[in-house]
């Protein structure tokens, strides 16, 4: 089988504030939702109405929604790594060991989300060689328990996402739903992760762009660590966008899937962004 490794992102950027550099990569990570053993197609958040991918980039995926053939592909178009949302972990059934095993075995760096809530959750998840945990505020029980995930783990295998619907927070935990987009990025960022991901369900699918407002309202109380964002990207003119915004990656699927998301404009998104773009040192 071939393996597709492509350096970790952080150790190619630049540290934020280095002056003498004038642009800096934009990572840009594939997307893959796994349901019932499959990789499905995102769309608005309705999960009941996601059906299995069958072309990526004019490309057929067979058998439809084998989830190694969609990896594969989007290495092979020179993407930084994979974004895995385990949906039926999330939604509290049993993890997805096989498929999450066969795409490790890719050698791609692998960004799973599958529901950790827990301490015990996380490490099982590092133990399935996840190179980065993801605890979405759909799932996470408290910024203690996430807090205590950093300390774990260390914070830079562990990636916040912030999960909205249309621009508002959707969190298990009522206290955290009801708080602004920048005020949960601030605790988190005071809880020890090392990325947060800005993921608006609402737009997944939907091919509507991002809402930089909100996103430049995140980067400012998450300025330390790396920002992604993820829902509505339609092509390189909308990486430009996040880019100037100051986000340091983004999360595609759809752009892709439809080609209007290319191999040359994942190239060019490797010299996007101002000087300010950059992962956390560590």
């Known amino acids: 089988m071939r393996h597709y490794y492509h350096q970790p992102y952080a150790t190619r950027l630049p540290n934020r504030g280095d002056d003498a550099l004038e642009s800096a990569a934009v990572m840009i990570v594939g997307v893959l939702d796994l349901l019932a053993g499959r990789a499905v197609h995102a769309q608005g958040g309705r999960r009941d109405g996601y059906a299995p991918v069958e072309n990526v980039a004019g490309r ?28 039926d972990a999330i939604e509290g ?32 998840h590092i133990e399935l060689e996840a190179t980065t945990v993801i605890v979405g505020s759909e799932t996470f029980s408290s910024f203690e328990s996430l807090q205590n995930i950093c300390g774990a783990l260390g914070g830079r295998r562990v990636a916040f996402s912030l999960d909205l619907l249309n621009g508002k927070p959707l969190a298990k935990n009522l206290a955290v739903g009801s708080c602004a987009p920048r005020s949960i990025t601030a605790r988190v960022v005071e809880a020890g992760v090392g990325t947060v991901i800005v993921l608006d369900l609402g737009r997944v699918g939907r091919s509507v762009g991002p809402d930089v407002d909100l996103i430049a309202a995140v980067r400012a109380a998450a300025s330390s660590v790396t920002l992604l964002v993820g829902g509505g990207i339609r092509g390189l003119h909308d990486l430009r966008r996040l880019a100037d915004t100051g986000c340091d990656g983004a999360l595609v699927a759809t752009a892709v899937h439809d080609g209007r998301l290319t191999a040359h404009d994942i190239a060019i998104a490797r010299v996007l962004g101002p000087a300010r773009l950059g992962g956390k040192s560590s």
């Open 93 to 124: 059934r049993p993890l997805q060991e096989r498929a999450i095993g066969a795409l490790t075995k890719l050698g791609a760096p692998l960004w799973l989300d599958a529901g950790a809530s827990s301490v015990d959750a996380a490490r099982r």
């Open 60 to 87: 057929s995926i067979e058998p439809v929604g084998d989830v190694t053939a969609l990896a594969a592909t989007y290495m092979s178009l020179g993407m930084d790594g994979l974004y895995v949302a385990d949906l």
